[in-house]
């Protein structure tokens, strides 16, 4: 064994050794349709604004640490409740792990719950935290097993559940009520935190229902609003359960150049909502025609991408690999996925090659 070797064990965890790192394949020259992102830039005059403020940022200093008028900016435009406000991460993965930080316990192992297959980063980030995830599977349908869901909260009495509203990979939204009855589940012995990240696909979302549940944490991202370069997020919740998640925010997490963009494009926000229609429309219309090949089941869809179930997902994913159209094989995930491909809803023009390769890959 080499010093190094000798190092690594003496030093790194056991379990984080035995893991893989978070890859993210090389897409230059390919179709980019693996990581539901919006593909329309903004307009010129706006991109030529942009540029003009962002020269204008003072890169010499420190950004202002409480991001006053960014996150007030955040509560104008984006459906923040009168008396609540956010705290910002960057993107949603460090505000999953700021949640997993504040709620892992010293005096015991705390638990990390959530409906499986679901984002990913769910189970990492408790996991790095040192807590213990489990993960309670979907029904055949994606839909939530609630007994099981319940039961599972009953025996484990979790820190923090996690819903994504609408789910990723299955893009499915789950029933509000059942949601509900998740969020007076944990009652004061744990968080429900409903993960918003495709909320402008869904058109529904919990943020307005913050006053009513003391125990809500919602969140969500700029990424899917068409912003996912900036890799900013936020979550709303109890004013006083923020306070505490605040104290593990790293300072300055928040760089002055994503705030200085944040800010202009959410003056700009109706341009981005626009763009999020047009997903919208298009997501029923690629929907549709995806629907009439031999062979392909299509799932229903609230987010930017769809999900679809072919006879080799593998054999699938290779050839449009080899036509340059990158989506994502999600037939090893989970065992209810198998078979399963996801692919980001895209330009007309993007969705009508992926179409054609897959309609070719099919024959």
Not at 132 to 147: E, K, N, S, Y
Not at 190 to 214: I, K, T
Not at 274 to 279: C, I
């Amino acid at each position: 064994m080499t010093f190094i070797d000798k190092l690594i064990n003496n030093t790194i965890r056991a379990d984080v050794r035995a893991i893989g790192g978070y890859h993210v394949p090389d897409a230059s020259g390919y179709i980019k349709l693996d990581a539901m992102e919006n593909p329309y830039r903004l307009p010129a005059h706006l991109s030529e604004e942009l540029g003009r403020r962002l020269s204008a940022a003072l890169l010499n200093r420190y950004p202002v640490a409480s991001y006053a008028t960014l996150k007030a900016s955040i509560c104008r435009h984006l459906g923040v409740p009168p008396g609540f406000d956010v705290v910002l991460g960057n993107g949603s993965d460090e505000l999953i792990s700021m949640i997993a930080m504040a709620c892992a316990r010293q005096d015991r192992r705390a638990v990390v719950l959530a409906p499986v297959p679901a984002f990913v980063m769910y189970a990492r980030s408790a996991q790095f935290a040192g807590m213990d995830f489990v993960g309670v599977p979907l029904q055949a349908d994606f839909t939530l097993d609630m007994d099981a869901m319940l039961a599972a909260i009953a025996l484990h009495r979790p820190a923090v559940v996690f819903l994504a509203y609408p789910n990723n990979p299955t893009g499915n939204l789950y029933a509000a009520d059942d949601v509900v009855r998740i969020i007076e589940a944990q009652g004061e012995n744990g968080l429900a935190v409903v993960d918003e990240a495709y909320e402008p696909f869904a058109q529904h979302s919990f943020m307005g229902r913050l006053p009513e549940f003391a125990n809500l944490v919602v969140m969500r991202t700029v990424s899917k609003l068409g912003l996912a370069g900036l890799r900013l997020g936020y979550m709303s919740a109890a004013p006083a359960l923020l306070e505490q998640f605040d104290k593990v925010r790293p300072p300055y997490n928040i760089n002055v150049l994503t705030q200085t963009a944040a800010e202009f494009a959410l003056e700009q926000v109706a341009v981005l909502n626009e763009q999020a229609a047009l997903l919208r429309a298009a997501r029923g219309e690629l929907a549709a025609r995806l629907a009439g090949l031999p062979g392909v089941e299509v799932f229903p869809s609230a987010a930017n991408f769809i999900l679809i179930r072919v006879p080799n997902s593998d054999e699938l994913y290779a050839k449009l690999f080899d036509l340059k159209v990158l989506v994502k094989n999600m037939g090893k995930m989970h065992v209810v996925l198998a078979n399963c491909i996801r692919v980001t809803v895209s330009t007309p023009e993007e969705n009508s090659v992926f179409f054609d390769a897959i309609k070719a890959s099919l024959a």
